[in-house]
């Protein structure tokens, strides 16, 4: 069985994973799907019904919970005898257990990790001493709705100086990570935006675009980024883009390309250009590449960054530079909202900034994360030409491509045997890819111990089975 054909409305209050967990457990009590049968693929599901594979997982794993099917290593999830079973009615809750798998997992390669030894503990605790004080009983009420101005003053000033972004602290907004901030930039672009999505590419917005009912067009990517010239034959108006280090690739838009995005958006005036600059503090090659803000002269391109690579992902601190009309825009729907992120984090990060650490952190990480690189590179060097790299200019994750017979999904299997995660490509993809296309695994180094990393690389190199070049 590789497809199952169910109406799951996405316009309801009732999750997509519970109406998908409805249908299946109704299809084997009434007996439309036999015993013994054999469900589909996450990803062949989560294709054919054009939803996540992230909503597959929550509906089989809360079927296997309640034994209406099983799941067998390497071959896939069984309908079950049911004549032992008691039966659950339909209209009984659905409770997704939590997902434990984290504690089989030794090695995680995952591109959102950081160093979290080098992190400047003392630093931070002495300014969480004080601002924590009875002196900022201020800070215990709710500050202005874009975040607190001296925050704010302190990201422009560095936005400028490290990124060639030309902003006044007014333009911009803070909140608690890309997620929140994303949904209120759709919301200002109007119903009628139609955006343009990097193929492969960050799977969040990806899912921003689809829950908020959102046409996205699939744009590719190549070595140099996204191909702008497939923008033209598409009625996109916003194209988001990750142009200093394209995720998952980590391409850099070539200097033609930026040009040709920034024209693009020039020709029509709805149109805008989303830049998410998520880890451009971190380039080890050559000299920093200006963000596409800076070279904009036509107030075109909404600005998007965070603190999660550059500092800790917990800290939940993103911010939105808007152009000046838009700007205008946001406070006249938007002034009722109140800040997101807590005002004593802000201040602790305010004070962070203005002393200088902020600078000196940044140094730092960026010599440590070269050197993981560096690793990375020499220990993955001894099974080229099976194993090559690409994407190693900046950020905290490269690609490996495999040359094997084997599949992606197969790579994935045999590293999480081992107590090993990684993550495929394909896992980014929208739409379908080349079947003969080699395996690519996005395999990320920040959160890997500098010491670690070589054996890490080997055991995963021994779990697909690959030697050594002699």
């Known amino acids: 069985?590789?497809?199952?054909?169910?109406?799951?409305?996405?316009?309801?209050?009732?999750?997509?994973?519970?109406?998908?967990?409805?249908?299946?457990?109704?299809?084997?009590?009434?007996?439309?799907?036999?015993?013994?049968?054999?469900?589909?693929?996450?990803?062949?599901?989560?294709?054919?019904?054009?939803?996540?594979?992230?909503?597959?997982?929550?509906?089989?794993?809360?079927?296997?919970?309640?034994?209406?099917?099983?799941?067998?290593?390497?071959?896939?999830?069984?309908?079950?005898?049911?004549?032992?079973?008691?039966?659950?009615?339909?209209?009984?809750?659905?409770?997704v257990m939590e997902e434990k798998e984290m504690d089989t997992i030794s090695i995680d390669f995952s591109p959102g990790k950081i160093d979290t030894e080098s992190f400047p503990f003392s630093v931070w605790r002495k300014y969480s001493k004080e601002i924590i004080n009875d002196v900022n009983k201020d800070f215990l009420q709710l500050g202005h709705p874009q975040g607190d101005y001296v925050l704010r003053q302190q990201i422009s000033s560095y936005l400028y100086q490290s990124r060639g972004v030309k902003c006044t602290p007014e333009q911009i907004i803070l909140g608690s990570?890309?997620?929140?901030?994303?949904?209120?930039?759709?919301?200002l672009l109007g119903k009628e935006a139609i955006y343009g999505i990097e193929n492969p590419g960050y799977p969040l917005t990806h899912h921003l675009f689809l829950d908020d009912k959102q046409k996205s067009i699939p744009i590719p990517v190549d070595s140099e980024g996204a191909v702008v010239s497939k923008l033209d034959d598409t009625n996109a108006t916003v194209m988001y883009v990750t142009p200093s280090h394209q995720f998952p690739t980590g391409a850099v838009l070539s200097a033609t390309r930026r040009s040709q995005l920034l024209s693009w958006a020039y020709q029509q005036d709805n149109r805008y250009i989303i830049e998410d600059d998520y880890d451009s503090e971190f380039r080890y090659t050559g000299r920093p590449i200006p963000s596409l803000q800076g070279i904009d002269q036509n107030q075109r391109v909404i600005y998007?960054?965070?603190?999660?690579?550059?500092?800790?992902?917990?800290?939940?601190?993103?911010?939105?530079?808007?152009?000046?009309?838009?700007?205008?825009?946001?406070?006249?729907?938007?002034?009722?909202?109140?800040?997101?992120?807590?005002?004593?984090?802000?201040?602790?990060?305010?004070?962070?900034?203005?002393?200088?650490?902020?600078?000196?952190?940044?140094?730092?990480?960026?010599?440590i994360y070269k050197r993981k690189l560096e690793i990375v590179t020499k220990t993955i060097a001894n099974f080229n030409p099976i194993v090559t790299i690409s994407g190693e200019q900046s950020g905290m994750h490269i690609l490996l491509t495999i040359r094997t017979c084997k599949r992606e999904e197969e790579l994935i299997a045999l590293a999480r045997q081992t107590g090993i995660r990684v993550y495929g490509l394909r896992e980014y993809i929208t739409g379908d890819l080349e079947n003969d296309s080699d395996p690519q695994i996005v395999l990320g180094f920040g959160g890997i111990d500098t010491n670690d990393i070589p054996s890490s690389i080997n055991a995963l190199i021994n779990a697909w089975e690959i030697r050594k070049t002699p």
């Open 177 to 187: 990570g890309t997620e929140q901030l994303m949904p209120l930039i759709i919301r």
């Open 304 to 367: 998007l960054s965070t603190f999660s690579k550059s500092l800790m992902p917990s800290l939940r601190i993103a911010y939105a530079v808007l152009p000046e009309s838009l700007i205008m825009q946001y406070k006249q729907k938007f002034s009722y909202y109140a800040a997101t992120v807590p005002r004593m984090d802000q201040q602790i990060l305010t004070k962070f900034m203005d002393s200088g650490h902020f600078a000196k952190h940044l140094n730092k990480m960026r010599k």
């Open 1 to 95: 069985m590789d497809y199952l054909m169910f109406q799951l409305e996405k316009d309801t209050h009732t999750p997509l994973y519970e109406q998908l967990y409805n249908e299946i457990k109704g299809a084997i009590i009434d007996g439309t799907i036999k015993e013994g049968a054999k469900l589909p693929s996450k990803k062949k599901l989560a294709e054919y019904l054009a939803i996540s594979q992230t909503t597959i997982e929550f509906a089989y794993s809360q079927l296997v919970a309640e034994g209406f099917i099983s799941s067998e290593a390497r071959k896939g999830f069984y309908v079950q005898n049911l004549e032992e079973l008691a039966l659950i009615e339909k209209e009984s809750p659905v409770i």
